[in-house]
């Protein structure tokens, strides 16, 4: 049954062909009655029509209307063969050009009052002639209205379908946007972590070497320090890679929760074990606030002091200021070094290998802050980021 349906939907001309050939057999028959060679040529167009309507709709449907109008000229009364009128006009009502619809529907309304009016019996009343008009003018209208219902049903489920396509393709646009946004942030994250624990490695390990023999505490100070530091970074990256990792939620509670406010002291710390001398103030009253500024907050002042024991010089030093406001969080960093310049912070030192601003301004733009980095007057560098906290929260 499913090949037979397969076989109708591949070859509708076929098909077609197999219903004008069962027309042609009520129809010959009236045919061999008339005994006419206009009624044997009328039969056989109309039963074209039927044959060729779906491949070409608008033009069968001009040879039946001029098969009508030869039946009239000719005086070939209605047979069984104008049944292919009613196909004609369903199907171009259905699947044919707009201007063809319209024809069908006119020339459908038209046709029973012209053929009642050419083959009027001269005994009846002027009350069955009306009434046998409207009567034969019900199927033409129904064909019409049929074939209609059908084109509308039909363009409905076409704009179904390429909406349904559209939200697909718009879905998969927005998974890879995700997928691109959560690959900036683990790539922001990485960084974050890697250039400042590694930096503090490089600089105690070079510490470490300059006072190995000369003083052997120092040198297992900085040791312990470089260890401390790695296990660190290493805890960091393994949440970080954690995240994307799927099907394992057991394992959430083994990755360390993400850097906030409160853990800049520890930050500051380590960062002076490193060597750097910094000044950490806080102004305001300390609240908890959103994940997302804690974590913002966090990286902006661990990038800005990595970037300060980078490139700001061996005396070097820096302030640090966090200030609770009513809506906002400020931050300002500052150094006295060297006075590196805007464009080294830019592309992350000249190895090129880190972010700098750029990761900064990422950041603090997806909880909509603010940021003015740049030289300071009198030497050194200067960052001020404004975090809001209701936007963000």
């Given at each position: 049954?499913?090949?037979?349906?397969?076989?109708?939907?591949?070859?509708?001309?076929?098909?077609?062909?197999?219903?004008?050939?069962?027309?042609?057999?009520?129809?010959?028959?009236?045919?061999?009655?008339?005994?006419?060679?206009?009624?044997?040529?009328?039969?056989?167009?109309?039963?074209?029509?039927?044959?060729?309507?779906?491949?070409?709709?608008?033009?069968?449907?001009?040879?039946?209307?001029?098969?009508?109008?030869?039946?009239?000229?000719?005086?070939?009364?209605?047979?069984?063969?104008?049944?292919?009128?009613?196909?004609?006009?369903?199907?171009?009502?259905?699947?044919?050009?707009?201007?063809?619809?319209?024809?069908?529907?006119?020339?459908?309304?038209?046709?029973?009052?012209?053929?009642?009016?050419?083959?009027?019996?001269?005994?009846?009343?002027?009350?069955?002639?009306?009434?046998?008009?409207?009567?034969?003018?019900?199927?033409f209208a129904l064909a019409w209205v049929l074939g209609d219902s059908i084109r509308t049903r039909r363009a409905y489920y076409a704009q179904l379908e390429e909406r349904a396509a559209r939200l697909e393709k718009e879905r998969e646009a927005?998974?890879?946007?995700?997928?691109?946004?959560?690959?900036?942030?683990?790539?922001?994250e990485l960084h974050d972590v890697v250039a400042h624990n590694v930096s503090v490695m490089v600089v105690q390990a070079d510490g470490a070497a300059y006072v190995l023999d000369a003083a052997p505490e120092q040198a297992k100070q900085a040791l312990e320090t470089i260890s401390g530091t790695g296990r660190q970074a290493l805890a960091e990256m393994r949440r970080l890679l954690g995240v994307l990792r799927t099907g394992e939620p057991g394992e959430a509670g083994d990755y360390v929760?993400?850097?906030?406010?409160?853990?800049?002291?520890?930050?500051?710390?380590?960062?002076?074990?490193?060597?750097?001398?910094?000044?950490?103030?806080?102004?305001?009253?300390?609240?908890?606030?959103?994940?997302?500024?804690?974590?913002?907050?966090?990286?902006?002042?661990?990038?800005?002091?990595?970037?300060?024991?980078?490139?700001?010089?061996?005396?070097?030093?820096?302030?640090?200021?966090?200030?609770?406001?009513?809506?906002?969080?400020?931050?300002?960093?500052?150094?006295?070094?060297?006075?590196?310049?805007?464009?080294?912070?830019?592309?992350?030192?000249?190895?090129?290998?880190?972010?700098?601003?750029?990761?900064?301004?990422?950041?603090?733009?997806?909880?909509?802050?603010?940021?003015?980095?740049?030289?300071?007057?009198?030497?050194?560098?200067?960052?001020?980021?404004?975090?809001?906290?209701?936007?963000?929260?």
């Amino acid at each position: 049954m499913q090949r037979l349906y397969d076989f109708l939907r591949r070859h509708p001309t076929g098909v077609d062909t197999f219903w004008a050939v069962i027309l042609l057999g009520p129809a010959g028959l009236w045919v061999v009655q008339e005994q006419r060679l206009t009624a044997l040529v009328v039969v056989v167009l109309l039963c074209t029509v039927v044959a060729l309507r779906r491949k070409a709709p608008g033009p069968m449907l001009l040879l039946a209307a001029g098969t009508g109008v030869l039946q009239l000229i000719t005086d070939t009364p209605p047979n069984p063969g104008n049944f292919a009128m009613l196909v004609i006009i369903y199907t171009n009502a259905a699947s044919g050009p707009v201007w063809s619809s319209r024809f069908a529907l006119v020339g459908g309304l038209a046709a029973s009052p012209i053929a009642n009016t050419r083959w009027s019996d001269d005994y009846a009343s002027g009350f069955d002639t009306i009434a046998a008009t409207v009567l034969m003018t019900v199927p033409f209208a129904l064909a019409w209205v049929l074939g209609d219902s059908i084109r509308t049903r039909r363009a409905y489920y076409a704009q179904l379908e390429e909406r349904a396509a559209r939200l697909e393709k718009e879905r998969e646009a927005q998974s890879k946007m995700a997928v691109a946004a959560e690959r900036a942030r683990i790539a922001r994250e990485l960084h974050d972590v890697v250039a400042h624990n590694v930096s503090v490695m490089v600089v105690q390990a070079d510490g470490a070497a300059y006072v190995l023999d000369a003083a052997p505490e120092q040198a297992k100070q900085a040791l312990e320090t470089i260890s401390g530091t790695g296990r660190q970074a290493l805890a960091e990256m393994r949440r970080l890679l954690g995240v994307l990792r799927t099907g394992e939620p057991g394992e959430a509670g083994d990755y360390v929760p993400q850097p906030d406010v409160g853990q800049l002291d520890d930050l500051i710390e380590q960062v002076r074990g490193a060597g750097l001398p910094v000044h950490f103030t806080v102004e305001g009253s300390p609240r908890p606030l959103p994940s997302g500024v804690e974590l913002t907050a966090y990286r902006i002042v661990q990038e800005a002091l990595t970037n300060t024991r980078k490139h700001g010089g061996p005396d070097a030093g820096a302030t640090v200021r966090l200030t609770y406001g009513d809506s906002e969080l400020d931050l300002l960093v500052e150094d006295d070094g060297r006075g590196a310049r805007h464009e080294l912070y830019e592309d992350g030192g000249a190895d090129g290998l880190g972010q700098g601003l750029i990761g900064m301004r990422e950041r603090i733009g997806m909880v909509g802050g603010r940021l003015d980095a740049g030289p300071r007057p009198g030497g050194g560098f200067r960052i001020s980021a404004v975090l809001p906290l209701k936007q963000a929260g």
